[in-house]
């Protein structure tokens, strides 16, 4: 059964982005990116066959825009890296990466929830972040799964993980596991 899923990296301290909303912290960490790959099993290892079973994603805008300046994209549409519709939360005009499917959204999450699923095809549903979207849809009774690849960083500040206040009762855990530098974690959403 196909499941929406946030997966994504995190620091220790529960920060996927630093205050610049930069994800630079990550690519500094042995396969924290293909360039600092060291050979050893990395979450870039999982998440590649994660992806495989990913029919549908969504972002916000400040992700996306992220990816945009990061990859540049604009002048490189072909390092969009997905294959799968998108979905972009955004309250205002973004520029769309040439050749990309995407679609722009605003408001609630249940009916993009639905042109996802539709989409997907029967695969998994993937948030890709930020965190506060992936709250809405926690917050819609929409969200099953939240995979982390726990990176040794602290950051002290940034954009948090998740931020909402989910307690224990509302999460199982499905899998703990090391991975190179990192610690995979996974929970079942308890609706």
């Known amino acids: 059964m196909a499941k929406t899923v946030y997966n994504t990296a995190t620091t220790v301290d529960g920060f996927i982005a630093d205050p610049d909303n930069s994800l630079e912290w990550l690519f500094t960490v042995p396969g924290g990116s293909p360039e600092a790959d060291d050979g050893e ?11 495989k079973g990913v029919g549908a ?10 990816i945009l300046e990061h990859e540049h994209l604009l002048e490189h549409p072909e390092k969009w890296e997905y294959e799968q519709p998108a979905w972009i939360f955004t309250s205002r005009d973004l520029p769309a990466v040439p050749g990309a499917d995407i679609t722009f959204a605003s408001g609630g999450v249940a009916a993009v929830h639905a042109a996802m699923t539709a989409a997907a095809g029967g695969k998994d549903l993937w ?40 307690l224990s009762d509302r999460l199982e855990l499905i899998e703990a596991k090391p991975s190179g530098q990192f610690a995979t974690l996974a929970y079942r959403v308890k609706n």
Do not use: H, N
Request: glycine letters at 14%.
């Open 41 to 51: 099993e990395t979450p870039l290892d999982e998440f590649a066959e994660f992806l």
């Open 127 to 166: 948030i890709v972040g930020g965190g506060d979207l992936v709250g809405q849809f926690f917050d819609a009774g929409l969200l099953d799964e939240v995979r982390v690849s726990l990176a040794p960083v602290f950051l002290g500040a940034g954009a948090p993980l998740l931020p909402r206040r989910i």
């Open 57 to 66: 994603i969504c972002m916000g805008s400040t992700t996306y825009e992220w």
